[in-house]
């Protein structure tokens, strides 16, 4: 009998057949996959439970069909990558419930891989009808569930299969929350940080959670215009949520509070627009001037940001510090990507977009552990059970 390790079990997949949630949902360009990371991720989970002899059957949500069938949210692109990936043909069904699935299933060999509808073209998927989720177990003897991703949401692929069938975290799964539980239970000192992106509100909970645990808290981006303008700056024209005045002002209190290092930009990149080839201008926070707005960090806050980073033992990175899809604004998250790469420590990145920035950086390899979770890690950090991990074997 052949095992494979899954949340901390042996468990024999031999011949049996293993309906495995996955988060493939891929940005998708005119039928081509623009970005198969999350993919490639799941190979691990794939492989293993290939080489334990179970017969492997995919399922993913896409985009957001909102209950409906939509022809350009179909899996048949990611069924193409998955089977280059492999180097085993993957077939595609045009649905995840019902007669044709169970025939299919039934009809599968051990090793076999074969890839659900897209999930999401049901609305009982998001409502977590307990009816829908048992027609989806219905054919499988065992559930893993590697998409850490949707974690955070109890729909009935990742929380309502799990009342009717052994409930395992995949490799990914598996690998999240360790890297994870570690930012929040075991983090080497100095532990700092960086927080960043488009807005304060996506990111309080976190930003609260962490200052308990870290030694200095680095806030850029756009959420860092929330900050400055608490403080009493004007910001012209930057994104800035006036409604998050006070937030801000009680984060920087109890940093201060907790004795902890906040630090916010002390230089900023301005222009008129977002937009590439327009004029820019390195200002003082108090010296924005009204018909522009903030875009990236600026050099002095670079270096003093990276020299923080530098001497860090683990470091958490969410959110650019800047419009980092245009080039003239990416210079301060490129930098503070490189810093974090030259980190002889443990490092997270987390987020779609900062890890798009890093990839940009060209220095993902040197990164401990990508999270692919988006708002479930974030979720997590903020100290949140997650129902879909909850509902799995050996996560606690
Ligand atoms: P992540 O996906 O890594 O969690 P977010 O989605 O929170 O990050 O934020 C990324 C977005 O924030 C990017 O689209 C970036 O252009 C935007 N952003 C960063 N800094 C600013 C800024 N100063 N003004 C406006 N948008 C910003
Ligand atoms: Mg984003």
Same mark, same amino acid.
């Given at each position: 009998?052949?095992?494979?390790?899954?949340?901390?079990?042996?468990?024999?997949?031999?011949?049996?057949?293993?309906?495995?949630?996955?988060?493939?949902?891929?940005?998708?360009?005119?039928?081509?996959?623009?970005?198969?990371?999350?993919?490639?991720?799941?190979?691990?989970?794939?492989?293993?439970?290939?080489? +334990? /002899? @179970? =017969? *492997?059957?995919?399922?993913?949500?896409?985009?957001?069909?909102?209950?409906?069938? !939509?022809? #350009? $949210?179909?899996?048949?692109?990611?069924?193409?990558?998955?089977?280059?990936?492999?180097?085993?043909?993957?077939?595609?069904?045009?649905?995840?419930?019902?007669?044709?699935?169970?025939?299919?299933?039934?009809?599968?060999?051990?090793?076999?891989?074969?890839?659900?509808?897209?999930?999401?073209?049901?609305?009982?998927?998001?409502?977590?009808?307990?009816?829908?989720?048992?027609?989806?177990?219905?054919?499988?003897?065992?559930?893993?569930?590697?998409?850490?991703?949707?974690?955070?949401?109890?729909?009935?692929?990742?929380?309502?299969?799990?009342?009717?069938?052994?409930?395992?975290?995949?490799?990914?799964?598996?690998?999240?929350?360790?890297?994870?539980?570690?930012?929040?239970?075991?983090?080497?000192?100095?532990?700092?940080?960086?927080? +960043? /992106? @488009? =807005? *304060?509100?996506?990111?309080?909970?976190?930003?609260?959670?962490?200052?308990?645990? !870290?030694? #200095? $808290?680095?806030?850029?981006?756009?959420?860092?215009?929330?900050?400055?303008?608490?403080?009493?700056?004007?910001?012209?024209?930057?994104?800035?949520?006036?409604?998050?005045?006070?937030?801000?002002?009680?984060?920087?209190?109890?940093?201060?509070?907790?004795?902890?290092?906040?630090?916010?930009?002390?230089?900023?990149?301005?222009?008129?627009?977002?937009?590439?080839?327009?004029?820019?201008?390195?200002?003082?926070?108090?010296?924005?001037?009204?018909?522009?707005?903030?875009?990236?960090?600026?050099?002095?806050?670079?270096?003093?940001?990276?020299?923080?980073?530098?001497?860090?033992?683990?470091?958490?990175?969410?959110?650019?510090?800047?419009?980092?899809?245009?080039?003239?604004?990416?210079?301060?998250?490129?930098?503070?990507?490189?810093?974090?790469?030259?980190?002889?420590?443990?490092?997270?990145?987390?987020?779609?977009?900062?890890?798009?920035? !890093?990839?940009?950086?060209?220095?993902?390899?040197?990164?401990?552990?990508?999270?692919?979770?988006?708002?479930?890690?974030?979720?997590?950090?903020?100290?949140?059970?997650?129902?879909?991990?909850?509902?799995?074997?050996?996560?606690?």
């Amino acid at each position: 009998m052949r095992t494979v390790p899954m949340g901390g079990e042996a468990v024999d997949v031999s011949g049996k057949a293993c309906l495995c949630r996955v988060d493939f949902n891929v940005p998708i360009k005119d039928g081509v996959i623009v970005d198969d990371t999350r993919i490639r991720a799941s190979l691990p989970t794939i492989r293993c439970l290939m080489e +334990g /002899g @179970a =017969k *492997v059957v995919l399922i993913s949500h896409l985009g957001r069909p909102k209950g409906k069938v !939509v022809e #350009s $949210l179909r899996m048949d692109p990611v069924a193409g990558r998955l089977s280059e990936l492999l180097g085993v043909h993957v077939k595609k069904l045009d649905d995840c419930i019902g007669e044709e699935v169970e025939e299919a299933v039934r009809s599968m060999k051990p090793k076999d891989v074969l890839l659900l509808e897209n999930v999401r073209f049901y609305p009982e998927e998001e409502l977590n009808d307990r009816e829908f989720a048992k027609k989806l177990a219905a054919p499988f003897d065992i559930f893993v569930n590697d998409a850490f991703g949707t974690a955070h949401r109890a729909h009935a692929s990742t929380v309502g299969v799990a009342q009717f069938l052994p409930a395992y975290p995949g490799c990914l799964m598996k690998r999240e929350l360790e890297a994870l539980e570690k930012l929040l239970r075991s983090p080497e000192h100095p532990y700092v940080a960086v927080i +960043g /992106g @488009a =807005k *304060v509100s996506d990111k309080l909970g976190v930003l609260e959670n962490l200052l308990d645990k !870290v030694d #200095s $808290l680095l806030i850029g981006g756009g959420m860092a215009n929330t900050f400055l303008m608490a403080q009493g700056y004007d910001l012209g024209k930057s994104l800035c949520e006036n409604d998050k005045k006070e937030d801000a002002l009680r984060v920087m209190k109890k940093a201060q509070e907790l004795d902890k290092q906040l630090l916010l930009p002390v230089d900023v990149v301005v222009a008129e627009r977002p937009e590439p080839g327009v004029p820019v201008k390195v200002v003082r926070p108090d010296e924005i001037p009204e018909h522009m707005m903030v875009l990236d960090i600026g050099p002095e806050t670079r270096r003093e940001f990276s020299r923080v980073i530098l001497q860090a033992r683990t470091v958490f990175w969410n959110g650019p510090m800047g419009v980092f899809e245009v080039e003239q604004f990416s210079g301060g998250t490129l930098e503070i990507a490189a810093a974090i790469a030259q980190v002889e420590g443990f490092t997270v990145v987390g987020g779609g977009d900062s890890l798009a920035a !890093v990839e940009m950086a060209g220095c993902a390899d040197k990164i401990s552990h990508l999270s692919t979770g988006g708002g479930a890690s974030l979720e997590f950090l903020e100290g949140k059970e997650l129902p879909g991990v909850k509902c799995l074997r050996g996560t606690r």
